[in-house]
């Protein structure tokens, strides 16, 4: 069993679409981390979480660090969000990650 | 500010060639942990250099190896190449370890073995 899990692995949405992404962790951690990929590989950190919500811009992150789970929304969803969005727990490595959630929004 | 330098973007080495990538952190970093990306795996811990001073390694062979200067700078090093080992590498930089702290990515070097 993956020390991190996401879900789902591939999302189409239309766009204005509320998406939620959900990630789960079965290890101590301190910090949970959001990160963004896109086609080409450069990876972008949109969230680091220790506890409770982020909010930035059309992102919220949420973390409950009791039940290990964290998700990630994207509010009024727009084709420029599409990518790969990947979960990463840091603790005694520095990332451990997700396989990624790949995000399609189509207009 | 200048963010983390990556290079080369680019690589084709041969099997049983050696390579060496580059990372150059945000300037103030201390801390550079390196990433390998395959389409099978994803993305894997390859090691940490915190002050000069590999900190953590993950599950690799010993055919990759790094080390970090005085300026932060960091090199990886593959040696006895495999096809395997085609894949993304990414670097990223903080400023400290031990507490949480924010990671920002290089833009990879994508090498290819052939």
């Known amino acids: 069993k993956n020390e991190v899990e996401q879900s789902p692995q591939n999302l189409t949405a239309q766009e204005g679409e509320f998406i939620t992404i959900n990630c789960s962790y079965s290890?101590?951690?301190?910090?949970l981390h959001w990160l963004q990929q896109h086609p080409g590989g450069g990876i972008v950190s949109l969230f680091m979480l220790s506890s409770g919500k982020k909010k930035h811009g059309r992102l919220i992150a949420t973390i409950n660090i009791q039940e290990k789970h964290s998700s990630l929304h994207i509010t009024a969803s727009h084709p420029r969000d599409s990518a790969v969005y990947i979960c990463a727990v840091s603790g005694n490595t520095p990332l451990v990650f997700g396989k990624g959630t790949r995000l399609s929004v189509i207009a | 500010k200048a963010g983390v330098t990556q290079t080369p973007r680019y690589l084709i080495k041969t099997r049983g060639q050696q390579v060496t990538l580059s990372c150059s952190p945000i300037?103030?970093?201390?801390?550079v942990s390196w990433y390998q990306q395959t389409p099978g795996q994803g993305l894997q811990f390859l090691f940490e250099y915190f002050s000069e001073t590999q900190r953590n390694k993950g599950n690799f062979p010993g055919r990759f190896s790094g080390r970090q200067f005085s300026n932060s700078r960091s090199e990886m090093n593959v040696s006895t190449l495999e096809l395997g080992d085609s894949a993304l590498y990414l670097c990223a930089s903080s400023p400290y370890r031990g507490l949480p702290s924010g990671y920002t990515f290089g833009s990879g070097t994508r090498l290819t073995v052939v």
């Open positions: 300037s103030g970093h201390r801390s």
């Open positions: 290890v101590g951690i301190s910090a």
